[in-house]
Nanobody, 126 residues
Framework: QLQLVESGGGLVQPGGSLRLSCAAS????????IGWFRQAPGKEREGVSC????????YYADSVKGRFTISRDNAKNTVYLQMNSLKPEDTAVYYC???????????????????WGQGTQVTVSS
C-alpha cells in the first residue's frame, strides 16, 4: 500500500520555526517529484514548495521564499520542509504529495499530484 505520512505540525508563535517531515512507505521517492501543499479554511489548496527527483531542483511559492526550505533524503525515503519566520497567514493544514512531473508544474497544478498524505495542522498564533 502506497502511503505518505506527514509529521511535525503543531502550534508555534509568530517568528518561530517548525520542521515538517514526509515519510513514504510502499514505494520509493527516488523517482517522484515531491511537494508540500497547504489549505487554509475557506481557501483552495496551494503549492508551497516542490523538489525534483533527480537533481533536487526546487520551486517555492512567492509567499514563502526566503523563509521555507525543502529538502529530501532519498536514503530515508523522507522529504522535509523547514519553516522559519512563521506568520499567522501560514496557518493551514499542510499536505505532502508525490507526482511524476516537473517541480513548477506540480506546485502550480495540484491535479497533477498522484499521491497525497493525510495532512498535518500548522497553527501560527500568539
Amino acid at each position: 500500500q502506497l502511503q505518505l505520512v506527514e509529521s511535525g505540525g503543531g502550534l508555534v508563535q509568530p517568528g518561530g520555526s517548525l520542521r515538517l517531515s514526509c515519510a513514504a512507505s510502499g514505494f520509493t521517492l527516488d523517482y517522484y517529484t515531491i511537494g508540500w501543499f497547504r489549505q487554509a479554511p475557506g481557501k483552495e489548496r496551494e503549492g508551497v514548495s516542490c523538489i525534483s527527483a533527480m537533481y533536487g531542483n526546487t520551486y517555492y511559492a512567492d509567499s514563502v521564499k526566503g523563509r521555507f526550505t525543502i529538502s529530501r533524503d532519498n536514503a530515508k525515503n523522507t522529504v522535509y520542509l523547514q519553516m522559519n519566520s512563521l506568520k499567522p497567514e501560514d496557518t493551514a493544514v499542510y499536505y505532502c504529495a508525490a507526482a511524476q512531473s516537473t517541480v513548477q508544474a506540480m506546485c502550480v497544478i495540484p491535479r497533477l499530484v498522484g499521491y497525497w498524505g493525510q495532512g498535518t495542522q500548522v497553527t501560527v498564533s500568539s
